[in-house]
Every structure is written in structure tokens, then in C-alpha cells.
């Protein structure tokens, strides 16, 4: 008698906390307080993801200038990584293209448009965000994976699962697709919440995509599969990864040294090694040579 009906008590305290947690999420990304749209904002449709960044300047506010001067062309379906040491000012440079911040000084656009003059919401609609820490919410693996595109079927959920590696670990659950995560639910581990976070965004498909590459450490087979899955990914998409790791920045297109909020060197892994400059200094350092 008690269990049931313990269960029943689970559900309904399970269900509404499941909702403000994604409710919450929702929220978390879509107030925005500082920035609004311009009057005149115009919605985009799907962007090929041309990006440039022109005479780029930024300080949060506290008058240090964290970036000066930064030009960057990103060519559409093009994979840069940005390298650097701590504090270089790798992450503020990605944070500026989904306006998380607004540049104090020049400009970037995405195909020849200024992003200002986009709407926020069709301007994110192109960009699918990988970072380190996984948000995920009180709630279904389905919800998870679906969220950002609620009117995503069963079939399209299950393929982006398939697709960020993940349809094993389903498999695996008590109800599959349906197996309640987060604090009341099943815990999952490091490796499953990346791959769980690249479903996402095989479901979202936008043309744009930002990496934020994990600094925790996963275990190496983990790490290689989720690597192969963020690869998979970035096929045909405007990528810029923000890179800890040597497996990434040999898959990169181009390299892009960032120091003092500036680009000081930049061009293939090859080419930056065998010139005499930072790029070489720092593949040295982590590769232990
Ligand atoms: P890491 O490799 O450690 O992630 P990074 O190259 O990504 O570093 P950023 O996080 O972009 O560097 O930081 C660039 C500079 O901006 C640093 O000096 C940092 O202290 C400062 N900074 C970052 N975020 C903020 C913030 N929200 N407010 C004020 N200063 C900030």
C-alpha cells in the first residue's frame, strides 16, 4: 500500500520541480537585462556563418581592456581554434557572437550583416553552444535532449541521440528516453551529460557552433569518443573552439594564438610549429617535449 503510494507522493513533488527547473534554464537564457534588441532588429532565417570580427574592442566595465583591436574572419563551415594561455581572453571572444556582451568598439557580423542589427533570438537560433558545464534540468533524458526544440518527434530525438553516441546509455536506462535525470533521478556521469549536451545541438542544428572544450578530465576512451562526437558535429557548421587540448587543435582548420585580448599568431598546426613563435612554445609545454 505505502509504496505505491509513495511513488504517486514522488511524482507529484517530482513534476512540478522538473518544470521549474526548466523553466529556470529557459530564463537563465533568455534575460538578457543589458542587452536589447535595436529598433529595427530584423529576424534571420538559417545564416550560412561567414563570421567577422572587425576592429574588435571589449572591457566588462571595470575599464581594463580585455580585448583591443581583434580582427577575425571565420569562413562558413570553417573549424578555428582559439589557443592560449589563462585569461587571454579566448572565452569573451565567443561570448561576444551570441551578444552574451556587446562589443564597446567595432563590429562582427554573420554573413555580411551586423549581428546588432539581428534580432537576439533568430541570432541565437543559429548558434549551438557546447561548454564545459552541462545545464541539465529536473526532468526526462527527452526533455533534455529536446529542449530549445519542443516540436522535435521521436524519431529526430532519437537520431541526435544516435548521433552524440548516446542511444546506448538509453538503452541501458530503466524507461529509456523517458528515465528521469537530476537530483531525484538517475545520476549520469561526466562523459553521458557531454554527450547528452551534443544531442542537443544535433537537434537544434544551427549553422554556428561554439566549443567550449572540458578541462575536467574524462577518462581517455570517454574523452575519444566524446572528441569524435564534437568532430561529427562541427562537420559543416562555422566552429570555434575554445581549445585546451592538442586531439582538437590538430583537427582545426586554423589556429589562432590569443594573447592580451589580441591574435598574435595564426595558421595551421603544421605552419605554427615549425615557426619559431608562441604556438610552438605552448605545443611543446603540453605535449611534454
Ligand atoms: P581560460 O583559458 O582560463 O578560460 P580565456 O582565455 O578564456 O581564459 P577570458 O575568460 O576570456 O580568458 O578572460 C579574459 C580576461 O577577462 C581575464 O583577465 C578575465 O579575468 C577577464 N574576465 C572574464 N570574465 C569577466 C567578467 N565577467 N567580468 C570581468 N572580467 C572578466
Given amino acids: 500500500f505505502f509504496r505505491p503510494l509513495d511513488m504517486i507522493n514522488t511524482v507529484i513533488e517530482m513534476y512540478p520541480k522538473g518544470l521549474a527547473g526548466f523553466e529556470r534554464y529557459r530564463k537563465f537564457l533568455e534575460t538578457e537585462p543589458d542587452i536589447a534588441d535595436r529598433p529595427g532588429a530584423g529576424v534571420v532565417d538559417r545564416l550560412k556563418g561567414d563570421i567577422v570580427y572587425r576592429d574588435v574592442a571589449f572591457d566588462y566595465g571595470t575599464g581594463r581592456r580585455v580585448l583591443s583591436g581583434l580582427n577575425l574572419a571565420v569562413k562558413a563551415g570553417e573549424t578555428v581554434a582559439l589557443v592560449g594561455p589563462s585569461g587571454a581572453g579566448k572565452t569573451t571572444i565567443c561570448s561576444l557572437l551570441p551578444r552574451f556582451y556587446e562589443v564597446s568598439e567595432g563590429s562582427i557580423s554573420i554573413d555580411g550583416m551586423d549581428i546588432r542589427d539581428m534580432t537576439m533570438k533568430s541570432l541565437r537560433s543559429n548558434i549551438g553552444i557546447v561548454q564545459q558545464d552541462v545545464f541539465l534540468f529536473a526532468g526526462t533524458i527527452r526533455e533534455n535532449i529536446a529542449y530549445g526544440r519542443l516540436d522535435a518527434s521521436e524519431n529526430e530525438i532519437l537520431e541526435a541521440a544516435r548521433r552524440a553516441r548516446l542511444e546506448s546509455v ?55 569518443a566524446i572528441q569524435q562526437s564534437l568532430s561529427d558535429l562541427s562537420e559543416g557548421r562555422t566552429t570555434l573552439v575554445i581549445a585546451h587540448r592538442l586531439a582538437t587543435i590538430a583537427n582545426a582548420d586554423r589556429i589562432l594564438v590569443v594573447e592580451d585580448g589580441r591574435i598574435v599568431e595564426e595558421g595551421n598546426h603544421a605552419v605554427l610549429v615549425a615557426s619559431d613563435g608562441r604556438y610552438r612554445q605552448l605545443h611543446a609545454a603540453q605535449s611534454g617535449a
Avoid at 180 to 198: D, F, H, N, P, Y
Avoid at 203 to 211: A, E, G, M, R, S
Fill in 170 to 224: 538509453i538503452a541501458a536506462l530503466p524507461s529509456g528516453l523517458d528515465t528521469v535525470i537530476g537530483e531525484r533521478g538517475v545520476k549520469l556521469s561526466g562523459g553521458q551529460k557531454q554527450r547528452l549536451a551534443i544531442a542537443r545541438i544535433f537537434l537544434k542544428n544551427p549553422p554556428i557552433l561554439i566549443l567550449d572544450e572540458a578541462t575536467s578530465a574524462l577518462d581517455t576512451e570517454t574523452e575519444r
